[in-house]
């Protein structure tokens, strides 16, 4: 068996593909810059997609999969989609709004997998907070 579809087999009987396709881009990137490489990646063979709501890319990641499903390449439930929640809403009154504000983004109905992002809380209203290299880092 090919690597991309090679899986490994969770705990509650789901299979995951070991090999994924990470959608994360520096700022410098176009946001919509992911819509295009998503589906490549699709096209490619690459059945485990991983986004995050910090990457601020969602809607294209899930028009992508929504494309690559219409158009036939692939089912939803061939796809393993893994998201993210941010430092900021750990807190568990907040956990189903932040995965439900990225399903909206998606525009799918659920992820495969829900992690959490940085092992880090935030104080809610910290918002999305990125780390630049130091100076004396850049070499």
């Given amino acids: 068996m090919d690597s991309k579809h090679q899986c490994v087999k969770l705990n509650d009987g789901h299979f995951?593909?070991?090999?994924?396709?990470?959608?994360?881009a520096t700022a410098e990137v176009p946001k919509?810059?992911?819509?295009?490489?998503?589906?490549?990646?699709?096209?490619?063979?690459?059945?485990?997609?991983?986004?995050?709501h910090l990457?601020?890319?969602?809607e294209y990641v899930g028009?992508?999969?929504?494309?690559?499903?219409?158009?036939?390449?692939?089912?939803?439930?061939?796809?393993f989609y893994t998201?993210?929640?941010?430092?900021?809403?750990?807190?568990?009154e907040f956990v189903r709004p932040a995965l439900e504000r990225s399903l909206k983004n998606l525009q799918l109905h659920y992820v495969d997998l829900y992690l959490i992002h940085f092992p880090v809380s935030l104080k809610?209203?910290?918002?999305?907070?990125?780390?630049?290299?130091?100076?004396?880092?850049n070499s």
Avoid: Q
């Avoid at 490489?37 to 991983?50: C, N, Q, R, S, V």
């Fill in 124 to 137: 809610e209203d910290t918002g999305i907070i990125t780390w630049k290299k130091s100076p004396k880092h």
């Fill in 63 to 79: 028009l992508a999969i929504r494309s690559k499903i219409a158009d036939g390449t692939v089912k939803r439930e061939d796809i």
């Fill in 16 to 24: 995951m593909p070991v090999l994924g396709f990470g959608t994360y």
């Fill in 32 to 52: 919509n810059k992911a819509l295009e490489a998503t589906k490549l990646a699709i096209e490619a063979g690459f059945h485990h997609i991983d986004s995050a």
């Fill in 55 to 58: 990457y601020n890319n969602e």
């Fill in 83 to 92: 998201s993210k929640l941010w430092c900021n809403s750990h807190r568990p």
